[in-house]
């Protein structure tokens, strides 16, 4: 399967004009058209990208679905979506020209001759639109749905690049529930397409605070020689959110906290936080950098497991003031259910930077505050001095703010003004929104222009989704145990989460960072 | 530069001397609600009648997009009689996340009479530490060209547009790069003007098998508006330097003639017709044709190769769309120079 066209012949007419790798005009194919992914973010995403003029012009839309439906009911539902869910204000003379690149492809998923004539059409846009044989394919259909699709689209010959062109495809989450499935999933994609051409997409990864950690560790010079277990005492990252389950309990109950935001999101904050400096920017040197923290991931046994992994479910409480029910009480939740809506974990990376150097997340839904950031906490200053007699000093601390409100602050100590020697911490912060007046794209935008261009650094490649898997697996295994299995506790919606993932930072003498 | 329909008064009259003080105050007032914010001095220096409400004014929209310390100079060297005046002023907007207001400062002087050498000496000491220094010259630049305040500039930004004698004036420009102690970034309008155009033709030739197309280029056609023959000459440089066509000649007003990297002959036409300052730019390539043309009533491009049409936004030539896009894009401007080379004869 090769994909000889993946590295573009530069265009001198670029120079000067972008800072990155420039996308080629392409049809983008989107399985699971009238989805809600579609309509909230794929298509407003494009539409964003062409009303800046990062879409290339002669780029086509088709979506495939199953509901019978024509192009200009397609255009009209998705321009009325794109108008509640777009960033910038759709404006019409934009959006006309965009909906003419916009069409319907009405099929079952598992109908081949519905990728006969998707073949057929997409060559017809080609001689049309000038796309020039390039095709993204975007799967944003749940998993179970994924075989026929790949397998219909090989038998179509659509995964195969045409002559001077591309053929990719981009893979939503889950990817798979455990090392087992995301192997058979990882193997079902790859019967049809070769890693090069496969996008694993994280949003997480095209937030624009992810992809300043690259920039504030390695394009300062002061950070890097203190990001070690020489100076760093521990590290915190934090996802927290007020809202329940919001009608994903279909999802939800399957998955969880744990393979719903750590073993991706959380683990690739991860990776970006303690990775070493990678040799260039290319997507494989990122990427083998990032691989080798999941694999430095400590595997915890059994008893580590009950020591150091708290999980808990929200109980009946208060949200902003009203109440809300408990997980068990949300719709489609079973009555007894065991799923965790919370986890707290202290995680190890064995390698020589970090050794030493705990990592603890934590992850809920119903928490008092809606927040994503890490905090590297470093070691205080030597008790002496100005910490001889007084109570210790605060460590400094370092924020990185995922959302909202991106940023990036440092707690510092201070002499309160006065005559006496009175010390008390200070923040330095900064506010992306404060500092820079442009609206940062959604990470949507970005993910599709980088797959369009051919630069997969944001995308996670098969051993960083695997190694992941290995790393939570046997926590799943744990929880699932018949026989000393760890507790599930409960905690109050509108709380911090239980008591237990605080006893899990008090123990070592720390606490979790007040959001 | 169309002048700006709108204009604003520059702010609170200070002596220089207690700007910081009356800056302070200014801050004091607003109680802590208000976060002052700044990445770049912006100094802005005009020797226009009237100029610092208008700048006050293009300065309040950029400062929405590039939080700044402005530092706006309104001249008149000719005067007769000396006069120093100060003002400060500052431009709040909400910020994106819609909370709290984002403030940027601005201080304005004008300085008329032997008052207006004191420009560095100003510029000096109102710089906010640290930050790089934008000099927006909206002059033409005249000898002596003060060498300490060049060495302090990191990027100057002018608009060739108006010049009357490009290459006298680039080659001061030049000179003054040359002389400075750091590296200056050349920033010119003109060219900024040209982005979106330039960014529409390119795209054609992204994909590879496009590029088969550079080879068979016989012709160039460029509408410009009254006024712009130089933004023109400019687009028409870019395309020879980026191609590396060579042997540039003129034949008239109204045509250049180049040789393509086979040695084949390539005419450009350059034709003046009211309208945007680039009214459209066809290349042909023997029976095919990449045309971009300025939509009418509408701040978008209309792009066809052959049949193929599409539409992409186009840029506004307002001093702040400029502006704008100019301290967004950043970078060096290696292009602008080659460019300006292949044409500098004709300018």
Not at chain 1, 55 to 66: K, W
Not at chain 2, 189 to 205: G, K, M, P
Request: charged share 25%.
């Amino acid at each position: 399967m090769s994909n000889t066209s993946d590295t573009p012949k530069t265009n001198p007419l670029r120079e000067g004009l972008a800072t990155r790798v420039v996308p080629q005009a392409c049809s983008v194919v989107i399985f699971g058209a009238t989805g809600d992914l579609t309509m909230r973010k794929l298509i407003p995403a494009l539409y964003n990208l062409a009303a800046d003029g990062e879409l290339p012009p002669a780029s086509a839309v088709i979506g495939f679905a199953r509901r019978p439906k024509t192009d200009e009911e397609f255009r009209k539902e998705q321009g009325e979506a794109t108008r509640k869910f777009s960033r910038q204000t759709v404006r019409d003379e934009i959006w006309s020209g965009f909906a003419e690149a916009l069409f319907y492809h009405q099929s079952e998923f598992h109908d081949a001759a519905g990728y006969k004539s998707l073949a057929e059409r997409l060559e017809k846009i080609d001689k049309e639109r000038g796309t020039g044989g390039n095709r993204l394919f975007y799967l944003a259909v749940a998993p179970d749905q994924f075989e026929p699709i790949l397998k219909n689209l090989k038998d179509a010959g659509l995964n195969q690049p045409r002559e001077g062109g591309w053929a990719r495809v981009i893979v939503e989450k889950p990817f798979g529930t455990d090392l087992t499935t995301a192997r058979e999933l990882n193997a079902v994609v790859r019967t049809a397409f070769a890693e090069n051409q496969t996008y694993r997409i994280d949003h997480f990864l095209g937030k624009e605070t992810a992809q300043n950690i690259l920039v504030l560790r390695f394009a300062n010079a002061i950070f890097e020689p203190i990001w070690n277990g020489r100076y760093v005492d521990h590290i915190q990252i934090t996802a927290a959110e007020t809202l329940g389950v919001e009608g994903r309990a279909g999802y939800y109950e399957g998955a969880g906290a744990l393979r719903d935001m750590v073993q991706n999101h959380l683990l690739q904050l991860l990776c970006l936080v303690a990775m070493e400096p990678p040799t260039d920017l290319g997507p494989d040197s990122i990427r083998d950098e990032k691989v080798k923290i999941v694999r430095s991931l400590h595997r915890m046994s059994a008893e580590e497991i009950t020591r150091n992994v708290v999980r808990g479910q929200y109980a009946e409480g208060a949200i902003n003031g009203q109440t809300v029910p408990g997980y068990r009480s949300e719709k489609n939740v079973k009555p007894d259910s065991k799923t965790e809506t919370f986890v707290a974990l202290k995680v190890r990376v064995d390698d020589w930077r970090l050794a030493d150097v705990p990592i603890y997340i934590r992850v809920g839904k119903r928490l008092p505050k809606s927040g994503t950031e890490i905090s590297v906490h470093f070691k205080k200053a030597p008790a002496v001095l100005f910490n001889r007699e007084s109570v210790s000093l605060d460590q400094n601390v370092l924020v990185i703010r995922i959302q909202p409100d991106e940023g990036i602050s440092l707690r510092m100590q201070a002499k309160v003004p006065g005559t006496s020697f009175r010390i008390e911490p200070v923040k330095m912060d900064f506010h992306y929104g404060t500092s820079f007046g442009k609206a940062s794209p959604e990470a949507y935008e970005r993910l599709l222009l980088d797959a369009m261009s051919g630069d997969a650094t944001l995308f996670a490649r098969r051993d960083e989704v695997e190694e992941a898997w290995a790393f939570i697996d046997p926590i799943e295994e744990a929880w699932k145990a018949k026989e000393k299995q760890p507790g599930l506790f409960e905690y109050p919606a509108g709380s911090w989460g239980p008591e237990e993932a605080d006893e899990l930072l008090a123990r070592d003498g720390r606490a979790w960072r007040r959001l | 530069m169309p002048p700006a329909a709108e204009t604003f008064a520059p702010g609170i009259s200070v002596e220089i001397g207690k700007i910081d003080r009356e800056l302070k105050k200014l801050w004091a007032e607003g109680g802590g609600a208000k976060t002052r914010a700044s990445l770049i001095n912006l100094a802005v220096y005009s020797e226009a009648p009237g100029s610092l409400p208008i700048n006050t004014r293009i300065i309040s929209e950029i400062t929405e997009a590039h939080a700044c310390r402005a530092i706006v100079i309104g001249a008149n060297p000719a005067a007769k009689k000396n006069r120093v005046e100060a003002w400060i002023n500052v431009h709040c907007h909400v910020s994106r996340a819609g909370s709290k207001q984002v403030c940027s400062e601005q201080l304005s002087f004008l300085l008329e009479g032997p008052s207006a050498r004191l420009l560095p000496n100003i510029v000096f000491s109102q710089l906010d530490s640290d930050l790089p220094l934008v000099l927006w010259w909206q002059e033409e630049f005249s000898d002596p060209m003060d060498p300490q305040l060049w060495a302090w500039v990191d990027r100057v930004i002018y608009d060739s547009q108006g010049w009357r004698d490009f290459r006298a004036q680039m080659e001061r420009v030049e000179t003054a790069q040359a002389e400075a102690k750091q590296r200056i970034v050349l920033c010119d309008l003109n060219w900024t003007r040209l982005v979106q155009i330039r960014l529409a033709v390119a795209q054609f030739f992204d994909h590879p098998s496009m590029q088969t197309y550079f080879d068979e280029i016989e012709s160039v056609e460029i509408e410009f508006a009254p006024g712009f023959r130089s933004t023109a000459l400019l687009l028409a440089g870019w395309l020879a330097a980026q191609l590396r066509w060579s042997d540039g000649r003129q034949k008239g007003k109204s045509e250049l003639g180049f040789r393509g990297q086979e040695g084949k002959k390539i005419k450009i036409t350059l034709s003046e017709k009211a309208g945007e300052p680039i009214g459209s730019c066809v290349v042909r390539c023997g029976s095919v044709e990449f045309k971009v043309t300025h939509a009418p009533n509408a701040d978008l491009l209309e792009v066809a190769a052959g049949d193929r049409k599409c539409r992409m936004p186009a840029g506004q030539n307002d001093a702040v769309r400029l502006m704008n896009e100019e301290l967004m894009r950043g970078g060096p401007h290696h292009v602008y120079l080659r460019a300006v080379n292949c044409v500098s004869e004709f300018l």
